[in-house]
């Protein structure tokens, strides 16, 4: 995406850069070395004071965190069991232990950070003790730190290295590289007593604790206790459903139903069942199983109000989906700042996605589309706002692969991690897209029951593919700016001569064609619009990585470096001169001074060259003195 623009002063920038290089050069310079050992109340003293005094100050500071990337590694992906122990001693300073797990507990505090949080752990019966960070991707469900469940903790294939501030710790990345074992109720000793704890924790709304001791419970389920299961599954469902794992919510619904209809009990709790998982599939967008589900539902308990209501729903859903058929008149009523997620279907119905000749794939029409006629209308697979300061938030990233210095929607990375774990059915069409660094591929993998996220594949897709929805709702801070991925419109290529624009409806894209579009052909949209040629091809190869070969282009790139220059200053004096002068009711001399400006910038642009071809530098002047009297 093309974010907004953070300025940052050349000695600051340059700063960062090489307190960076200099903490990567330090730590291949020590590759190999043997860890030294470290004490570890020294080590949780300073945490607890840290976290005391500083912690939280910083979490909630709005300066800029700067990071680095273009470092990849790939998570473990060895079972648990395969893993041989390894400890604290035998860590070699940047190194990934890879074929090893490191056993340790937590004995600080954990400290939360913006970007990361970090602990000190300890081997049981030593004093030797170290730093364990886990970056940028910290918790198991939404808002819940994962180092915070438990206490014993299994460090799979564990990187030690440097820190920012040139300390050593354990680094984790991909949140499947920790184990937490010691999750849940301590005290619950059976699959009851779990389902108890879950209850309790599930009616102070602790949803993480009550999800822990459910699944514990799930665990410790014995043969004869099928009944039980079924209601720890109900529960969990539930429980799923507020902590948006809608796979898992749907999974854990339909294994508690019972094939027996006939006692009353048996049929609300079947009601129940379906209700949930039928939940679930609405708000994974599958519209089809949502109705199966819920007429179900209604077979069981007829006149459901709460039925009904989504089945009417479901219907809209399926209607949007199949035909393009939105009320936006009555959508854009709706939004709000805290109405932002538009509860709609995507259509995608006349397009489809191939092949191009040059340029991976792309977005193409399957029938003929008039101008101005939908293309697409797809809703975010997921946004962060502006408003939600907590998840919207920007960092610099200083791109090891190729020295560049971007802003980056680290909130938007985070989020779609944490969608993606939690629902894992999504996983594949989002690793689908393109990213630079291509990971495990387009497969998910999973080992040990759990999902497995290359983080640094899915940073690459963000960098290349999201979009900023704009300030919908009042002017944006560059710091925590709105970002979004919409997966299927992400296919759709740059061109300077595009033949789509796009538009939002809070977290609705809507696509539409600005000239007729025939069946076949390829849709574009302009990536970025700035009217000099250097400009955009600097923005189109530092964001998106490509250089732009259209017609435009083509000719621009032909011009003379003055005559580019000429029209350049000519386009600020041009600009200059809209924003100090109001073209309604100007005097004639204003009017005319920006006559003379219009003649001095068309003289810049060959007729023949252009012909057809847009004057992008024109388009202030234009609006200008169409809206000036003519004098």
């Given at each position: 995406m093309?974010?907004?623009?953070?300025?940052?002063?050349?000695?600051?920038?340059?700063?960062?850069?090489?307190?960076?290089?200099?903490?990567?050069?330090?730590?291949?310079?020590?590759?190999?070395?043997?860890?030294?050992?470290?004490?570890?109340?020294s080590?949780?003293?300073?945490?607890?004071?840290?976290?005391?005094?500083?912690?939280?100050s910083?979490?909630?500071?709005?300066?800029?965190?700067?990071?680095?990337?273009?470092?990849?590694?790939?998570?473990?992906?060895?079972?648990?069991?395969?893993?041989?122990p390894?400890?604290?001693?035998?860590?070699?300073?940047?190194?990934?232990?890879?074929?090893?797990?490191?056993?340790?507990?937590?004995i600080?505090?954990?400290?939360?950070?913006?970007?990361?949080?970090?602990?000190?752990?300890s081997?049981?019966?030593?004093?030797?003790?170290?730093?364990?960070?886990?970056?940028?991707?910290?918790?198991?469900?939404?808002?819940?730190?994962?180092?915070?469940?438990?206490?014993?903790?299994?460090?799979k294939?564990?990187?030690?290295?440097?820190?920012?501030?040139?300390?050593?710790?354990?680094?984790?990345?991909?949140?499947?590289?920790?184990?937490?074992?010691?999750?849940?109720?301590?005290?619950?000793?059976?699959a009851?007593?779990?389902?108890?704890?879950?209850?309790?924790?599930?009616k102070?709304?602790?949803?993480?604790?009550?999800?822990?001791?459910?699944?514990?419970?799930?665990?410790?389920?014995?043969?004869?206790?099928?009944?039980?299961?079924r209601?720890?599954?109900?529960?969990?469902?539930?429980?799923?459903?507020?902590?948006?794992?809608?796979?898992?919510?749907?999974?854990?619904?339909?294994a508690s139903?019972?094939?027996?209809?006939?006692?009353?009990?048996?049929?609300?709790?079947?009601?129940?069942?379906?209700?949930?998982?039928g939940?679930a599939?609405?708000?994974?967008?599958?519209?089809?199983?949502?109705?199966?589900?819920?007429?179900?539902?209604l077979?069981?308990?007829?006149?459901?109000?709460?039925?009904?209501?989504?089945?009417?729903?479901?219907?809209?859903?399926?209607?949007?989906?199949?035909?393009?058929?939105?009320?936006?008149?009555?959508?854009?009523?709706n939004?709000?700042?805290?109405?932002?997620?538009?509860?709609?279907?995507?259509?995608?119905?006349?397009?489809?996605?191939?092949?191009?000749?040059?340029?991976?794939?792309?977005?193409f029409?399957?029938?003929?589309?008039?101008?101005?006629?939908?293309i697409?209308?797809?809703?975010?697979?997921?946004?962060?706002?502006?408003?939600?300061?907590?998840?919207?938030w920007?960092?610099?990233?200083?791109d090891?692969?190729?020295n560049?210095?971007?802003?980056?929607?680290?909130g938007?990375?985070?989020?779609?991690?944490?969608?993606?774990?939690?629902?894992?059915?999504?996983?594949?069409?989002?690793?689908?897209?393109?990213?630079?660094?291509?990971?495990?591929?387009?497969?998910?993998?999973?080992?040990?029951?759990?999902?497995i996220?290359?983080?640094?594949?899915?940073?690459?897709?963000?960098?290349?593919?999201?979009?900023?929805?704009?300030?919908?709702?009042?002017?944006?801070?560059?710091?925590?700016?709105?970002?979004?991925?919409?997966?299927?419109?992400?296919?759709?290529?740059?061109?300077?001569?595009?033949?789509?624009?796009?538009?939002?409806i809070?977290?609705?894209?809507?696509?539409?064609?600005?000239?007729?579009?025939?069946?076949?052909?390829?849709?574009?949209?302009a990536?970025?619009?700035?009217?000099?040629?250097d400009?955009?091809?600097?923005?189109?190869?530092?964001?998106?990585?490509?250089?732009?070969?259209?017609?435009?282009?083509?000719?621009?790139?032909e011009e003379?470096?003055?005559?580019?220059?000429?029209?350049?200053?000519?386009?600020?004096d041009?600009?200059?001169?809209?924003?100090?002068?109001?073209?309604?009711?100007?005097?004639?001399l204003?009017?005319?001074?920006?006559?003379?400006?219009?003649?001095?910038?068309e003289?810049?642009?060959?007729?023949?060259?252009?012909?057809?071809?847009?004057?992008?530098?024109?388009?202030?002047?234009?609006?200008?003195?169409?809206a000036?009297?003519?004098?």
């Amino acid at each position: 995406m093309a974010p907004k623009a953070i300025f940052m002063e050349p000695s600051e920038d340059e700063r960062i850069r090489k307190a960076i290089i200099d903490r990567v050069e330090a730590a291949k310079n020590n590759a190999g070395q043997p860890r030294k050992a470290q004490d570890a109340h020294s080590l949780r003293s300073n945490a607890i004071s840290t976290d005391l005094f500083s912690g939280t100050s910083e979490k909630r500071s709005d300066r800029i965190v700067t990071y680095a990337v273009g470092r990849p590694y790939p998570p473990c992906t060895a079972p648990l069991a395969d893993l041989q122990p390894i400890k604290l001693s035998e860590l070699k300073t940047e190194t990934h232990h890879r074929g090893k797990v490191l056993e340790v507990k937590r004995i600080g505090p954990v400290v939360q950070q913006k970007a990361a949080s970090w602990t000190v752990v300890s081997e049981d019966g030593s004093e030797d003790g170290e730093q364990v960070q886990m970056f940028l991707h910290r918790s198991l469900y939404d808002g819940e730190e994962l180092m915070e469940s438990g206490s014993a903790l299994k460090i799979k294939e564990p990187y030690f290295t440097l820190n920012d501030q040139n300390e050593p710790t354990i680094r984790i990345d991909h949140p499947s590289d920790l184990v937490v074992t010691d999750t849940g109720d301590k005290s619950a000793k059976s699959a009851k007593a779990c389902k108890e704890a879950g209850n309790t924790a599930l009616k102070r709304t602790e949803l993480a604790e009550a999800h822990e001791n459910y699944s514990k419970g799930l665990s410790l389920i014995k043969e004869g206790e099928e009944d039980l299961a079924r209601d720890i599954h109900r529960n969990r469902a539930l429980v799923n459903l507020q902590l948006h794992r809608y796979d898992e919510a749907k999974t854990d619904a339909l294994a508690s139903i019972i094939n027996d209809d006939n006692d009353p009990k048996h049929k609300d709790l079947n009601s129940k069942a379906h209700s949930r998982a039928g939940t679930a599939a609405y708000n994974s967008g599958d519209y089809t199983e949502a109705k199966r589900l819920f007429a179900s539902k209604l077979n069981l308990s007829p006149g459901d109000k709460e039925a009904n209501t989504y089945v009417r729903a479901i219907e809209a859903r399926l209607k949007e989906q199949d035909i393009g058929s939105y009320d936006f008149k009555k959508i854009r009523a709706n939004l709000s700042q805290t109405r932002s997620r538009i509860d709609v279907a995507s259509y995608t119905g006349k397009t489809a996605v191939k092949a191009t000749a040059n340029a991976g794939r792309g977005l193409f029409a399957t029938q003929d589309i008039k101008a101005n006629d939908l293309i697409i209308c797809e809703k975010a697979f997921c946004v962060v706002w502006a408003q939600e300061p907590t998840k919207a938030w920007t960092a610099m990233t200083y791109d090891l692969r190729d020295n560049q210095m971007r802003a980056t929607p680290a909130g938007l990375h985070r989020a779609v991690v944490q969608k993606l774990l939690n629902n894992p059915s999504q996983v594949e069409k989002v690793l689908g897209l393109f990213g630079d660094y291509t990971g495990f591929g387009k497969k998910l993998h999973t080992q040990d029951g759990s999902s497995i996220m290359d983080t640094f594949q899915i940073h690459d897709i963000i960098a290349r593919n999201a979009f900023g929805p704009g300030g919908q709702f009042g002017e944006e801070d560059a710091t925590k700016a709105s970002a979004g991925l919409w997966v299927y419109a992400a296919y759709i290529n740059h061109s300077c001569l595009p033949n789509a624009e796009k538009e939002y409806i809070g977290d609705l894209m809507l696509v539409r064609a600005t000239r007729d579009i025939k069946a076949g052909e390829e849709i574009y949209h302009a990536y970025d619009e700035s009217a000099d040629y250097d400009a955009r091809q600097q923005s189109l190869m530092r964001t998106w990585g490509f250089k732009c070969e259209c017609a435009l282009c083509a000719v621009e790139k032909e011009e003379k470096l003055e005559m580019r220059a000429k029209r350049r200053e000519l386009e600020k004096d041009a600009y200059d001169f809209v924003m100090r002068e109001t073209p309604q009711n100007a005097k004639r001399l204003v009017v005319v001074k920006m006559k003379k400006l219009k003649k001095r910038l068309e003289e810049t642009y060959d007729e023949k060259k252009y012909k057809d071809l847009p004057r992008r530098a024109m388009v202030n002047v234009d609006l200008w003195l169409q809206a000036a009297p003519d004098w």
